[in-house]
């Protein structure tokens, strides 16, 4: 299940079975076993999922708080969890990018 944004281009999806990479992507080095170093192009992909992942969480608390108001707690629970996943992906967003911005 996607929770966290929209392909980044029209036509292109983005998830964890895309291996394409766009002419923005940086690399630098690399070896045969496929091991690269990471360059602007995917730091600034994952700033953007980051992003979408936090954007999804403010969004689904306004949700939320719909369904809550129109009584449908199915609807708001599902929402919740929703917005849960979205979390996970902010934190997890935010430890890629530290591992990277550190190195």
Not at 31 to 51: K, M, N, S, Y
Not at 52 to 62: G, I, Y
């Amino acid at each position: 299940m996607r929770v966290c944004g929209p392909a980044d281009r029209v036509g292109t999806p983005v998830g964890p079975n895309n291996h394409q990479r766009s002419s923005n992507d940086q690399f630098s080095g690399g070896d045969r076993a496929g091991h690269r170093h990471q360059g602007p192009g995917l730091r600034l992909r994952l700033i953007w999922f980051t992003e979408q992942c936090l954007s999804n969480v403010l969004r689904l608390e306004t949700y939320i708080q719909d369904a809550e108001r129109d009584g449908d707690n199915e609807l708001a629970n599902f929402f919740r969890r929703a917005q849960s996943e979205s979390r996970k992906g902010v934190e997890q967003g935010k430890e890629q990018l530290r591992k990277r911005l550190s190195a």
